[in-house]
T-cell receptor, first 112, second 116 residues
Framework: QKEVEQDPGPLSVPEGAIVSLNCTYSNSAFQYFMWYRQYSRKGPELLMYTYSSGNKEDGRFTAQVDKSSKYISLFIRDSQPSDSATYLCAMSESGGYSTLTFGKGTMLLVSP | DTGVSQNPRHKITKRGQNVTFRCDPISEHNRLYWYRQTLGQGPEFLTYFQNEAQLEKSRLLSDRFSAERPKGSFSTLEIQRTEQGDSAMYLC??????????????FGPGTRLTVL
C-alpha cells in the first residue's frame, strides 16, 4: 500500500459543477497538506495548503483535512474549463524542510 | 524573475548512454529539489540541496544518478548508463526557505527523458 492514495480519474464534469477531489494516507506523522495543480506539459503549482485538521477556503477552492480518518479533500465550486488539469495532493511531516509525498494525481476535465 | 527553467525540455537517448540535465532555480532561492515523475504518477523526491550542500537523497537515487549544485545557483542531474526504466519527466523545484510554512516549492517545466 502506498503512503498516499489518490484516484487517478479522469473525472469529467460540466462547467459550473462542484468538484470533489480526495486523497487518503497511511502515515499518521503527516501534518502539512497541500494541493498542487499540474497542467499538461507543465510543472506542478501550489494551489492550497493546510496544517493539521480543518478547512481552508480561497475563492472557489476549499481544502479540508480530517486527520482522524486520514482523509483530505479539495472542493472546487463553479468549475471552469480552465480548471481542467491534474490535481495532486502532497503531504509532509514537518513545516520546515521536509520531503513532500505526492499522490498520483486526479485528472479533471471540465466541459463547457 | 522568469521562474524555474530546465534544459533540455526533451532528451532521447539510447540505453547505456550518459545524460545530463540542468536546472536554473528562481534567483536567490537557496533550496533546490529534484523529482522524477512517470506517466500517471505523482512526483517522487530524488534529492535536495540547501545552497551547494546536498542534504538528502532518496533511496530511489541509485549510484548511476549524481546531482551537483556547485555554486549554490544552478544544478545538474546526471544519469550514467541509462536504462529504459529511467524514462520519466525529471522535475526541478526551488524554494526561498523564509523560515515560515509553507516553504513553497516552485516547479520548472521538467525535462522529459526517453531511453530507447
Amino acid at each position: 500500500q502506498k503512503e498516499v492514495e489518490q484516484d487517478p480519474g479522469p473525472l469529467s464534469v460540466p462547467e459550473g459543477a462542484i468538484v470533489s477531489l480526495n486523497c487518503t494516507y497511511s502515515n499518521s506523522a503527516f501534518q502539512y497538506f497541500m494541493w498542487y495543480r499540474q497542467y499538461s506539459r507543465k510543472g506542478p503549482e501550489l494551489l492550497m495548503y493546510t496544517y493539521s485538521s480543518g478547512n481552508k477556503e480561497d475563492g472557489r477552492f476549499t481544502a479540508q483535512v480530517d486527520k482522524s480518518s486520514k482523509y483530505i479533500s479539495l472542493f472546487i465550486r463553479d468549475s471552469q474549463p480552465s480548471d481542467s488539469a491534474t490535481y495532486l495532493c502532497a503531504m509532509s511531516e514537518s513545516g520546515g524542510y521536509s520531503t513532500l509525498t505526492f499522490g498520483k494525481g486526479t485528472m479533471l476535465l471540465v466541459s463547457p | 524573475d522568469t521562474g524555474v527553467s530546465q534544459n533540455p525540455r526533451h532528451k532521447i537517448t539510447k540505453r547505456g548512454q550518459n545524460v545530463t540535465f540542468r536546472c536554473d532555480p528562481i534567483s536567490e532561492h537557496n533550496r533546490l529539489y529534484w523529482y522524477r515523475q512517470t506517466l500517471g504518477q505523482g512526483p517522487e523526491f530524488l534529492t535536495y540541496f540547501q545552497n551547494e550542500a546536498q542534504l538528502e537523497k532518496s533511496r530511489l537515487l541509485s549510484d548511476r544518478f549524481s546531482a551537483e549544485r556547485p555554486k549554490g545557483s544552478f544544478s545538474t542531474l546526471e544519469i550514467q548508463r541509462t536504462e529504459q526504466g529511467d524514462s520519466a519527466m525529471y522535475l526541478c523545484a526551488s524554494s526561498a526557505a523564509t523560515g515560515s510554512w509553507p516553504d513553497t516549492q516552485y516547479f520548472g517545466p521538467g525535462t522529459r527523458l526517453t531511453v530507447l
